[in-house]
């Protein structure tokens, strides 16, 4: 694990060490100094879908941490909510959205994968009796991780902003092929999870297909215009994941973060994890430093996406270190 990066929160978590010595560019700062509402605005993507858009940038006081993306399915007996926002009053504000969009009951919440500003909404949908269902190994992840996390979030959001919020206990644990959710709303929906044991962008990780509409929620596997975490990834499950992707009839994708998105976004993604492993090679095999290694991964095609200068600085660490793990473990130890 590179130095000075606290596990397993997400962009509010960089201190110290070759990620931190990063600028904020425009491009991972929040982007409007308008106040974020409590209100959660759910746009349509498709006939019975909608998508919440999170804020770009790191989680700071000013987007209030809402920087995930969330959806709402609705089906014939009810309607799904698709992860829960990174606090109790944003999962509040979701709730409430998802009952403005349709009169069906809330059925479930389906929590995708394990990142802060994910899964501390959880808490208010579980007051409101809605049940949550989330993978095993991801809800295993969450236990281990997430209330430091919530400590993290408390100190820079404050106390008010992240009033309620706590680590759940799924209700629900569920895997791929699962029906519960298509059984509870009354829509045919696929639940998908990829890579050995459930482990491609992080440990459990699920995305979601629409059946009806070829809506895919892909949860912690795609990111658009945006850097994505590399921090739990397995990359041979994460290739596995973008390459049964691409075989789905997919019309949209409702991304973890970024805008929504064509189905050409799974190249997208995939093109940066090869970039990103490549450049970190060469400089392990180039025996550059770990502390210039961060300012060494420049991935120009990439400098524009969301979190670029933070992000992506503490992933190029991450993959160097892992680069030099595995050749250390090879007999001949000659390089990467």
């Known amino acids: 694990m590179a130095a000075g990066v606290l596990g397993g929160c ?18 991972s700062s929040s982007s409007s100094s308008a106040p974020v509402p409590d209100e959660v605005d759910l746009q349509p993507v498709a006939p019975g879908v909608w998508m919440a858009r999170g804020r770009p940038g790191e989680v700071d006081p000013a987007n209030r941490g809402r920087i995930g993306n969330a959806g709402v399915i609705v089906g014939e007996r009810g309607a799904l909510v698709i992860d829960s926002g990174v606090s109790w ?40 009796g809605v049940p949550v269902a989330m993978h095993p190994a991801a809800a295993s992840l969450m236990r281990a991780r997430c209330e430091g996390c919530l400590k993290t979030l408390q100190r820079v959001l404050g106390a008010d902003e992240m009033q309620g919020s706590r680590v759940v206990q799924p209700d629900e644990p569920i895997e791929a092929g699962s029906l519960v959710l298509a059984e509870a709303i009354g829509r045919p929906l696929q639940l998908l999870t990829f890579g050995p044991q459930a482990h491609s962008s992080g440990p459990g990780d699920v995305a979601l297909l629409d ?20 921090q739990d990834a397995d990359f041979a499950g994460w290739r596995a994941a973008l390459a049964a992707l691409r075989g789905l009839p997919l019309q949209r994708i409702v991304p973890g973060h970024g805008p929504l998105a064509p189905a050409a976004l799974i190249g997208r993604i995939a093109a940066y994890l090869d970039a990103l492993e490549a450049r970190t ?21 990439f ?26 473990r090879r007999p001949d130890k000659e390089g990467p």
């Open 89 to 128: 009053r944003h999962g509040q504000a979701l709730l409430a959205a998802a009952r403005r969009v349709s009169s069906q009951p809330v059925r479930r919440l389906l929590l995708t994968h394990v990142r802060q500003e994910f899964v501390f909404g959880a808490a208010a949908f579980q007051e409101a």
């Open 303 to 328: 400098a524009g996406w969301d979190q670029y200068d933070t992000i992506h600085r503490r992933n190029a660490s991450i993959v160097f270190l892992r680069h030099e793990r595995d050749m250390l």
């Open 211 to 230: 059946g009806p509409s070829g809506t895919l929620f892909a949860g912690g596997l795609l990111d658009a215009d945006t850097i994505p975490d590399v």
């Open 10 to 27: 997400g962009s509010v978590a960089l201190v110290g060490g070759a990620a931190a010595s990063a600028a904020p560019s425009s491009s």
């Open 281 to 301: 090679a060469a400089l392990l095999a180039a025996g550059t430093p770990l502390s210039e290694v961060a300012d060494a991964t420049e991935l120009p095609a």
